[in-house]
């Protein structure tokens, strides 16, 4: 029996030994970039329910009868992937498919990727444009360009995908910190050169530049040891009807880098009334700056005040000293203003476009660091403006809104068609000032419309950090009546049901981890979109070449 139990001892062994080198591996992948594409099924759904929203449903079904034959010998309920490893300074790829039967799959893509030559025991090469060897490993199929890519294998490599296949259709992540540092090094490298070109620049504004390329290295150099992962991702919602683009980064914890991403959470702003769901154009941004932020911004508008000094200095136009002198301290108080807004840490702003025939409003308001600042640089502008034939004359303090003083111009339109048909016969500018708030209001009624928005901004209310809203129903109604157009006209009418589901959004928000960046394309965006492209195309379908090259319309048959 001792005899019999030390020979099973030694097979086990044996066997343990034998299969340690693979289970090594298994455990040693560890990608510095997977692609993650949803199963063929998923794939499909996802095109046929964005075509049938954007009221194309035929495009989807042709797209799953032309790519049905190219899924022969796939499993086409699992996902599919590219995973790139390091192997010291060198980056190694593979990809990978669930597979059914490979030589099935591979006789379909024979043009492409050559007929398969069995060059060792399971191991296929692939001579299509570029050489490529596959192997089999259980029922999925490798893909590499080199034998050795495929020597050790991982049984379960949608795994290495994560949540990736579940969460978005196709999507991409890299892992920062895994990337070689020789090719981290090449990167701050080629920044380094832009440096360099700077320090040699004998422009003006070179000390300026330099400084600035020198922020930025500093500033990549910090990404580059700090960020962890960065993923790029698109998704469609069936039950929403929209789909989804997300660019996400998350940082080592504990660094400068980390608590910059987390900064961008939900916050209050003073003008978070503005934000009304209904506009045709919304935009806001809420946030605190921090000290890298800050200084990076400075330097860019003193890079920016630097070349607009230069211009005046050049302007032939400027030929009194007097005029010149005073658009330079016009200049210099609008980028005092908003570079000791900067300083002072706070970013609060919003803009919101509403539309209506002959009652539309462009409100725009921001936190700055001193009113009377700004009051004082636009009192020298309209005194500037004053020089020059048709200024609008300017009315001062026509009226107060607790602390907000308002001051209005009127601006008449061209007769005729485009804006004066759409917004009348003039256009009243209104900006109002208080002593860490600026307001401007546009519209045939500014005055009226910003004295409303004032007034309800009275307290500050939650918004998300960062936030764009477009409205495309809006947008298309407002270009067909500056435009008519048929096409235009048709389309906004079969919006129907979707019309206040036609937005396309972007914001940024930060979670625990990460840090989020996502646009979003609703249904009636979708739509229009769908149906934008399909009166085109038939456009393009009804002309003809003719004889003397020229192109002709083509009757529409009866």
Not at 71 to 96: H, I, K, N
Not at 226 to 247: I, K, M
Request: net charge negative; hydrophobic share 40%; proline share 6%.
């Amino acid at each position: 029996m001792d005899r019999f139990l030390a020979q099973t001892r030694r097979v086990v062994l044996f066997f343990v030994a034998l299969t340690a080198p693979v289970t090594s591996a298994y455990a040693e992948i560890e990608p510095v970039l997977v692609v993650s594409v949803a199963s063929s099924d998923r794939m499909m759904k996802a095109v046929q329910a964005l075509t049938a929203t954007a009221g194309a449903p035929e495009f989807g079904q042709l797209a799953a009868m032309i790519s049905q034959p190219y899924f022969r010998g796939l499993d086409t309920s699992r996902p599919l992937g590219l995973v790139v490893t390091a192997e010291g300074d060198e980056l190694v790829p593979f990809g990978f498919l669930p597979v059914t039967d490979l030589q099935l799959f591979l006789s379909t893509f024979e043009p492409q990727l050559g007929k398969p030559e069995e060059v060792e025991s399971d191991i296929w090469k692939l001579s299509g444009r570029a050489t490529m060897y596959c192997k089999q490993e259980g029922t999925w199929a490798f893909i590499a360009p080199s034998i050795d890519a495929l020597r050790y294998l991982p049984k379960e490599p949608e795994k290495l995908l994560q949540e990736l296949p579940h969460e978005y259709h196709v999507a991409l992540r890299a892992f920062v910190q895994r990337v070689p540092e020789s090719l981290r090094q090449m990167a701050l490298e080629k920044w380094q050169q832009r440096l360099e070109q700077e320090a040699s620049s004998t422009d003006s504004d070179g000390a300026l530049r330099q400084q600035l390329a020198q922020n930025q290295q500093a500033h990549w150099q910090a990404l580059m040891n700090e960020l962890d992962q960065v993923t790029c991702g698109w998704a469609v919602d069936a039950n929403q009807r929209q789909t989804h683009f997300d660019l996400a980064l998350s940082a080592m914890p504990g660094t400068d880098t980390a608590r910059q991403l987390s900064s961008l959470t939900k916050t209050n702003s003073d003008f978070a009334s503005l934000l009304d769901p209904r506009a045709m154009f919304l935009m806001n941004g809420a946030m605190d700056l921090g000290k890298e932020e800050i200084r990076q911004a400075v330097d860019l508008l003193e890079l920016a005040r630097s070349r607009a000094k230069a211009e005046i200095e050049k302007d032939e136009n400027l030929r009194e000293e007097t005029g010149r002198q005073l658009v330079s301290e016009v200049v210099d108080g609008l980028f005092d203003v908003v570079e000791d807004t900067v300083k002072a840490g706070r970013a609060d702003s919003a803009v919101a476009v509403h539309w209506a025939r002959q009652n539309s409003a462009l409100i725009a308001a921001a936190r700055i660091a001193d009113g009377r600042d700004l009051e004082e640089t636009l009192r020298k502008f309209v005194q500037l403006g004053e020089t020059e034939p048709g200024f609008p004359t300017v009315q001062w303090n026509v009226a107060q809104q607790g602390e907000v003083r308002f001051h209005t111009a009127r601006l008449p339109l061209p007769a005729g068609k485009g804006p004066a048909q759409v917004l009348g016969a003039s256009v009243e500018i209104a900006v109002g000032i208080g002593p860490q708030q600026a307001y401007i209001g546009v519209g045939p009624n500014g005055l009226a419309h910003l004295q409303q928005a004032v007034a309800q901004c009275a307290q500050p209310g939650p918004v998300e950090p960062y936030q764009v809203r477009i409205a495309v129903g809006q947008v298309l109604q407002f270009v067909n009546a500056l435009q008519p157009n048929p096409i235009l006209e048709d389309v906004t009418r079969q919006l129907g049901p979707a019309k206040n589901r036609d937005h396309i959004v972007v914001h940024a928000l930060s979670t625990d981890d990460q840090m989020r960046y996502r646009v979003v394309i609703e249904e009636g965006a979708l739509m229009a979109g769908g149906q934008v492209g399909r009166a085109a195309s038939g456009a393009r379908q009804q002309t003809v070449p003719t004889k003397q090259g020229r192109r002709a319309v083509k009757p529409r048959s009866k």
